[in-house]
């Protein structure tokens, strides 16, 4: 599978971007889809996931009411909404998909190495 993020750019503190992920291959829906991001000198770090039929979505603390994780699977889109933007947010953004049966454990769905496929990032900045 193939994975491409897109939709970055720069943003005011406030604002709002939409982040979409296209994804290649006839198995889209069988598969969760998850965001992560990696700031400058840091850690990649989980963001947001979602089941594969859409109906369970998993947020970051600091994202939960300011991001909405989506996808249509007609599409083989998935979506991050971001709303509110902070200066902390910076980031290059990344999709990534994993087995649906990481997202039953909260630290699985949280690490990295439970995603089998990645997309090139897209860079989101928030000035203040």
């Known amino acids: 599978v193939q994975l491409q993020a897109s939709g970055g750019g720069l943003v005011q503190a406030g604002g709002s971007l939409r982040l979409s992920c296209t994804a290649s291959?006839?198995?889209?829906?069988?598969?969760?889809m998850g965001w992560f991001r990696q700031a400058l000198g840091k850690e990649r770090e989980f963001v947001a996931a979602i089941s594969p039929a859409g109906r369970n979505t998993y947020y970051l603390d600091s994202v939960k009411g300011r991001f909405t994780i989506s996808r249509d699977n007609a599409e083989n889109m998935v979506y991050l909404q971001m709303n509110s933007l902070k200066p902390e947010d910076t980031a290059v953004y990344y999709c990534?998909?994993?087995?649906?049966?990481?997202?039953?454990?909260?630290?699985?769905?949280?690490?990295?190495?439970?995603?089998?496929?990645w997309g090139k990032g897209t860079l989101v900045t928030v000035s203040s």
């Open positions: 291959g006839r198995t889209f829906s069988s598969y969760a």
């Open positions: 990534a998909r994993a087995p649906a049966g990481v997202l039953t454990s909260m630290r699985a769905r949280s690490q990295t190495h439970s995603y089998d496929s």
